[in-house]
């Protein structure tokens, strides 16, 4: 069998981020209860980012998938399908965790048609639906 690399759409890749997110959320806000650390301030914030950098990373970097990207069957390889690399994982994630509205702004504008976010060329990487043919 042979496969073929399809871009995963940018749909996808927003459903499987709010899984991640809300899945990370339930944990970080039991951390800021027992740490008595404000939802809002930059500490909060700080908090949750570093919490999705280290969950992306480890996941994204071992698998090339998170838990929204196991549901939504799609997965972070390099250019060719290959599996990602750690350091791979860690630049792709950072953008996602901490610089997100500026990671898709400069997508939208300078990568749209091979549907990478900025730290997806950073760290060359994609985002695929693997399919399968006979």
Do not use: H
């Not at 759409?9 to 997110?21: K, T």
């Not at 990568?111 to 990478?116: G, N, V």
């Amino acid at each position: 069998m042979d496969e073929i690399i399809v871009l995963s759409s940018w749909g996808d890749r927003f459903w499987a981020w709010l899984i991640d997110v809300l899945l990370i959320c339930l944990i970080w806000y039991k951390i800021i209860i027992v740490l008595e650390v404000g939802v809002f301030t930059i500490s909060g914030i700080l908090l949750l980012s570093s919490l999705l950098f280290i969950y992306w990373t480890s996941l994204e970097g071992y698998r090339g998938q998170s838990v929204g990207k196991m549901f939504l069957k799609i997965a972070v390889t390099g250019p060719y399908g290959e599996q990602i690399r750690f350091r791979d994982a860690a630049a792709e994630s950072f953008g996602k965790a901490f610089l997100l509205p500026v990671d898709v702004l400069m997508s939208l504008i300078l990568f749209q048609r091979s549907r990478q976010r900025l730290f997806n060329k950073i760290s060359n990487t994609i985002v695929i639906n693997r399919t399968e043919i006979e």
